[in-house]
């Protein structure tokens, strides 16, 4: 009977999961008009958008990838070890011997370092070595035809299809991320369309294919989203005892000159210098990890990719490949959080009255000017981090 019973049970969300797979496809197919109205309207050959619109499968673990949220909330050390690690270095090193003088051109042209534009290569996809193996155009159009972010993938999708119809490509090349990125650097269509160029000098633009394109293509996309040459990104450095670290963050921005006067140095010792060029206060780990002053090129990087640690992985990894020094602050061993409980973070915060907004589980700005302001009255290092006193407090208070 029990064997019965569970029988039935399995059959039951078997149902229940293949009737809202069904529903979900049979919106997909009923969205497909629409993708091939719109796509005949930005100027694509309905010769060619008709037969590839009405081919697209529709793709149920985009959507899964895309509702997924991390149980647990990511650290640096946790991020960055992964990141920027001896095997990317040895292979950026290598693959700059390969490209050196083509590189040389190309920080000539755009005023991008060629070791930016390599950094960027590694992290994107292992200088080439993982590209993506979803189905672009049904990822695209899966995603266009879900109501969550419809009309950014719906003008995403159009694009891929102005691409396939400008390089002739064809759907089995069109091959990357769940969300739609392509190539050697991961560009999004509209990317793709606007920034990416022929490196090569063969009259088309292969992003999967030709490195000198892809190189080409990350060095323009660069200069055009703000790249300031002669500027590097940042660097390590260590702040003197009593710091105050409400100074973080980029509302704090000021010139090298005035960090020097409050006593930070580079990270291995000797004088930051005097200079004019702006900067902020970036503490991604607490005050036991590394702290970084960040420029102007920084925020650049951010234009590419939104995170504080992605920018440092870039910034650092290009570092290391022209034979700079890897971080001297030793990365701590941070609890990991769920994030469940950074949400009950933040309505602790909130009950005590430093306001953080809706708890979400992000730890975003507000949330850390909420823990600073919490770590102050608590006389704790207010750092915006949440260290374990501080959790601990919160724990008690429950």
Known sequence: MRHYFSAIVVSFICFSVSAEQTEAELAFNTCKPELLSKATQAGVNEQLAAPVIDGLQYQARVIELDRKQPEFVQTFPSYFSKRVNDWRINKGKEMYAKHKSFLASLTHEYGV???????????????????????????????????????????????????????????????????????HTQFMPSAYKHYAIDGDGDNKIDLWNSEQDALASAAHFLANLGWTPGLRWGREVQLPKEFNYGLMGREHKQSITEWAKLGLKKADGSELGNADVEGYLVVPAGHTGPKFLVYKNFRTIMRWNNSEFYAIAVGNLADQLIGGSPLKATLPDLPVYTRQTIKSLQAYLNTQGFEVGKPDGIMGPMTRNGIRQAQQKLNLTADGFPSKDLMDVVTQTR
């Open 113 to 183: 370092p060629a070791h930016y534009i390599l950094s960027f290569w590694g992290l994107e996809t292992n200088f080439g070595n993982y590209k993506g193996k979803m189905p672009v155009l049904d990822s695209l159009a899966t995603l266009a035809c879900d109501p969550r972010r419809s009309s950014y993938f719906t003008q995403e999708f159009v694009v891929a299809l102005e691409l396939m119809q400008r390089e002739s490509l064809t759907t089995e090349q069109m091959v990357g991320s769940w969300a739609g990125a392509m190539g």
